[in-house]
Nanobody, 114 residues
Framework: VQLQASGGGLVQPGGSLRLSCAASSGIFSTYVMAWYRQVEGKQRELVAR???????LYADSVKGRFTISRDNAKNTMSLEMNSLKPEDTGVYYCNRIPPDRDSWGQGTLVTVSS
């Protein structure tokens, strides 16, 4: 399945962004999906995950600030990011769990800076 993340940008600390992920295939609805984040020089980390029926889990670093959601009818997933911090800066990717190595795509860059 092809996945395209979008919605990144430059935001000041304390600001908000909403990322979107569009999937090319209807079988998206059967997957546990996730948002991953990669900071230059560091390993890619899992930020949030959501089951096909909407149960969500978050990394401790974003808990209470980020909200993951999905619309299986539209083959889309979102990540609402609030109270952004400079350490949230990175390239954000959407992929399933376990990740499909062919589905990483380009990701979308989020920069949190004043």
């Amino acid at each position: 399945v092809q996945l395209q993340a979008s919605g990144g940008g430059l935001v000041q600390p304390g600001g908000s962004l909403r990322l979107s992920c569009a999937a090319s295939s209807g079988i998206f609805s059967t997957y546990v999906m996730a948002w991953y984040r990669q900071v230059e020089g560091k390993q890619r980390e899992l930020v949030a995950r959501i089951t096909s029926w909407g149960y969500a889990l978050y990394a401790d670093s974003v808990k209470g600030r980020f909200t993951i959601s999905r619309d299986n009818a539209k083959n889309t997933m979102s990540l609402e990011m609030n109270s952004l911090k400079p350490e949230d800066t990175g390239v954000y990717y959407c992929n399933r769990i376990p990740p499909d190595r062919d589905s990483w795509g380009q990701g979308t860059l989020v920069t949190v800076s004043s």
